[in-house]
T-cell receptor, first 113, second 112 residues
Framework: DGGITQSPKYLFRKEGQNVTLSCEQNLNHDAMYWYRQDPGQGLRLIYY???????QKGDIAEGYSVSREKKESFPLTVTSAQKNPTAFYLC????????????FGSGTRLTVV | GQSLEQPSEVTAVEGAIVQINCTYQ??????LSWYQQHDGGAPTFLSY????GLEETGRFSSFLSRSDSYGYLLLQELQMKDSASYFCAVRDRSNQGGKLIFGQGTELSVKP
């Protein structure tokens, strides 16, 4: 079955550390996205990529970095520059067209300890 | 910029009908989507309206009026499992891929 897999499900980070969240999809979607969700809040876009080796900043890109070396993979690194990284991180993918709905992964819950 | 407004919470009883409204302001517009998210889970796609009118999918319907920059999600025959957060989202026309901008979400509580 096609889908999108995020790992790990839970992640604990010490202050000052960089951590990388994995996102892999086998849906053959061209576009991939990273969103951040805080408790009781909507989804805010961090980064997105419409094609391999290209990506754009979203609304809250500061303190994050991404790469898109393969169509199937879009890892997100939360750097030490991100001052408030505790949140629920959601990865999504979609066809690059106007009507395709997003498919989301099950998320990674990151906590700074 | 883009912004979407939807009520923060709605409460209804099992078997009832509930409507969740969404108004939006965007620099461009491709369509209005709705997503459901159960607590701690992944959002799942419910519906998409690219043109004015009503789209029906089982117990759920979604409506769009582009002239009013307004849409709604209608849930009929409510069940306890419908308790979740519902997000409206619009595509941003500023790029070909169409990144989605999400509203803050409406938490629906279905009571027995």
């Amino acid at each position: 079955d096609g889908g999108i897999t995020q790992s790990p499900k839970y992640l604990f980070r010490k202050e000052g550390q960089n951590v990388t969240l994995s996102c892999e999809q086998n849906l053959n979607h061209d576009a991939m996205y990273w969103y951040r969700q805080d408790p009781g809040q909507g989804l805010r876009l961090i980064y997105y990529s419409q094609i391999v080796n290209d990506f754009q900043k979203g609304d809250i890109a500061e303190g994050y970095s991404v790469s898109r070396e393969k169509k199937e993979s879009f890892p997100l690194t939360v750097t030490s520059a991100q001052k408030n990284p505790t949140a629920f991180y959601l990865c999504a993918s979609s066809p690059v067209d106007r009507e395709g709905g997003y498919t989301f992964g099950s998320g990674t819950r990151l906590t700074v300890v | 910029g883009q912004s979407l407004e939807q009520p923060s919470e709605v409460t209804a009883v099992e078997g009832a009908i509930v409507q969740i409204n969404c108004t939006y302001q965007t620099s461009g517009f491709y369509g209005l989507s709705w997503y459901q998210q159960h607590d701690g889970g992944a959002p799942t796609f419910l519906s998409y309206n690219g043109l004015d009118g009503l789209e029906e999918t089982g117990r759920f319907s979604s409506f769009l009026s582009r002239s009013d920059s307004y849409g709604y999600l209608l849930l009929q025959e409510l069940q306890m499992k419908d308790s979740a957060s519902y997000f409206c989202a619009v595509r941003d026309r500023s790029n070909q891929g169409g990144k989605l901008i999400f509203g803050q979400g409406t938490e629906l509580s279905v009571k027995p």
